[in-house]
Each structure stands twice: as C-alpha cells, then as structure tokens.
C-alpha cells in the first residue's frame, strides 16, 4: 500500500515570494491533515480536512497560508507571501477517518531566505 | 485546548539498556498516538493507545487515561532507536491532535 507523497522534498525562497506544497493520502483516507514542524518543536497542526470540508483551521495564518482539498483527495498547501519564520518542515498526514491511526508523509522542507 | 508535555527532554542510553519516556496530558482523551521520528524527519507511527497496555517487539505502551499520562518502555535498546519520540493526544472535547515537545533519545553503541 503506497504512503502519503508530498512534493516537493525541499525548497528554498526568498521573502515575500510564494510557495506551493502538494500531498496526495493514503487511498480510501477521509480525514487529511498539514502540520508544520520548527527544527527543534513537536508538529504544529496548520489544518485538518474531512474529505473536502475543513474541520479546524485555527492556527492557520489566514493572512498568508491557504489549504485546499477541491475533490476530497489530495491536497495543496500555499504561503504568500512567505516570511522567514515560515523556514520549517511541512509535514502532510491522512487517517481512515478522525480519531484513527494518523500516518505521515516524508514532508516538504521549506528554507525562507 | 489540551496540553501535552513530554520528559525526559533528552535521554542517551548505552546499547542494551532500557528506558522509559512520560507523556502527561491536562484533559480526558480519546485519542493518544506515539510516534518515532527518524533522524532523516520521517515519523512512524508507533502506537494507537488512548488507554490500555500494548506491545510491539521490544517497545511497548501504557496510557492510565484516568490519571492523564503515558509511558513509552523501550527495552534493550538498539543504535536505530535514536530519533525523537513524540507523543500525540486529542482530548474528549476537541477535534484536533495535539503534539508534546518531544524526546530525544541518543542510544550509544
């Protein structure tokens, strides 16, 4: 059974400009998950979907992170524009459904420079 | 929301040896996950245990759900358990996971 995939693995951008991660779950997944992770810090929860709808997007920053899951699959997570505190790794996760076994992907390491 | 907060920090273990790891959390859960992230970043889910005891090889997980904690047992400890141990939980009022700062294990051969 195939993982989650995310891409890209990494990414280097200047501030302000914009960047776009992509992650495709694990088949048959409802509930898709985007964590980001500071070096040195657990896994922060940026959003969670069920198939197409957000179910929490509270520590988002709305100002500059936009999620979309349009046909309840995979996935894009966009940051515009980008500061250098958004350097971190940005971790994709899915489960059957909310409150079951999350499963990672490899992540998409971002370095804002 | 729920607060989860792990100890030691930082652990080094001598090959062989057996550890213990603490997870404490600040509401009734009905999620708690344990995870192992390698030294390349990747994170494997190690246990599914809001409450109860399970094994799995040489670890194995305790979750006393009325008195808000975990434990994560490593026993004989190997050079490929070094990495960060998280652990994860969600509480009976929320909808999301929560993660705890972590613990980094360095197992010395």
């Known amino acids: 059974e195939a993982g989650v995939a995310q891409s890209p693995r990494y990414k280097i951008i200047e501030k302000r400009q914009s960047v776009a991660f992509w992650c495709n779950p694990i088949s048959g997944h409802a509930t898709l998950y985007w964590y980001q992770q500071i070096l040195g810090q657990g896994p922060k929860l940026l959003i969670q979907f069920q198939n197409n709808g957000v179910v929490d997007d509270s520590q988002l920053p709305k100002d500059r992170f936009s999620a979309e899951r349009l046909k309840g699959v995979d996935s894009t997570l966009k940051i515009q524009p980008a500061k250098l505190e958004d350097s971190a790794v940005y971790l994709c996760?899915?489960?059957?459904?909310?409150?079951?076994?999350?499963?990672f992907g490899e992540g998409s390491w971002l370095t804002v420079v | 929301g729920i607060q989860v907060e792990q100890s030691p920090p930082d652990l080094i273990l001598q090959e062989g040896a057996n550890s213990t790891l603490r997870c404490n959390f600040s509401d009734s859960v009905n999620n708690l996950q344990w995870f192992h992230q390698n030294p390349w970043g990747q994170l494997i889910n190690l246990f599914y245990i809001p409450s109860g005891t399970k094994q799995n090889g040489r670890l194995s997980a305790t979750t006393v759900a009325t008195e808000r904690y975990s434990l994560l047992y490593i026993s004989s400890s190997q050079t490929t358990d070094s990495g960060v141990y998280f652990c994860?939980?969600?509480?009976?009022?929320?909808?999301?996971?929560?993660f705890g700062g972590g613990t980094r294990v360095l197992v010395k051969p």
């Open positions: 996760a899915s489960s059957f459904r909310s409150g079951n076994t999350i499963y």
């Open positions: 994860a939980a969600k509480g009976a009022a929320g909808n999301k996971l929560t």
